[in-house]
């Protein structure tokens, strides 16, 4: 539980709730300053829906003739939300994309031009690390879908909604 209040001056205090005591808390961080971040929740996706995309990622490379990672990362560009188009200054881009791709496999940039003189836009794809149940969910999908049209047997649609049930349950 997370609580919000406003002090009389104008600030925030937020307060939370944690499984570390105190004295946990102090220790650990023994009077260093400390950062701490607040997102958006996202759920985690389960062991058992990444290895799905991984057995159907590995039988259509067998199929096509191509490398797992090859056919990963062809799906990861076409799951909707999974990118976002950034414009940099050109002697950036380079440094840029190689801190990005190192994130993991599934994390990919291209480039294409900016009509800003001195500037290129990226479009950066996320890895599926980093996906919501959504988005692993339309990357199975997709994947489902490959498969389907070059003949590869996929698991029973009743199957895979009670494969998806229980990710989304562990969360």
């Known amino acids: 539980m997370t609580d919000l209040y406003y002090k009389g001056d104008g ?3 937020v307060t939370f709730e944690t499984e570390d005591t105190v004295e ?3 220790d650990r961080f023994n009077g260093e300053d400390v950062d701490i971040q607040i997102r958006d929740f996202k759920r985690k996706r389960s062991l058992d829906a990444n290895g799905y995309a991984w057995v159907l990622i590995g039988r259509l490379a067998s ?3 191509l490398t797992k990672t090859e056919v990963y990362r062809m799906a990861i560009r076409e799951v909707g939300g999974a990118s976002d188009v950034i414009c940099l200054q050109n002697r950036a881009v380079e440094a840029f994309t190689q801190n990005w ?4 496999i599934g994390w990919q940039c291209e480039t294409i031009p ?3 003189d001195g500037c290129t836009n990226v479009v950066v794809y996320y ?3 980093s996906f919501d149940t959504k988005q692993m969910s339309d990357l199975i999908e997709a994947l489902i879908d490959e498969c389907k049209s070059h003949g590869i047997d996929t698991m029973p649609k009743t199957k ?3 494969l998806l049930n229980e990710w989304e349950d562990k969360e």
Request: charged fraction near 25%; glycine fraction near 14%; avoid cysteine.
């Open 11 to 13: 600030k925030k205090v």
């Open 24 to 26: 946990e808390i102090y």
């Open 63 to 65: 199929r096509l003739g």
């Open 101 to 104: 791709t190192a994130h993991g």
């Open 114 to 116: 900016s009509k800003i």
């Open 127 to 129: 890895g599926s690390s």
């Open 160 to 162: 895979l909604t009670k």
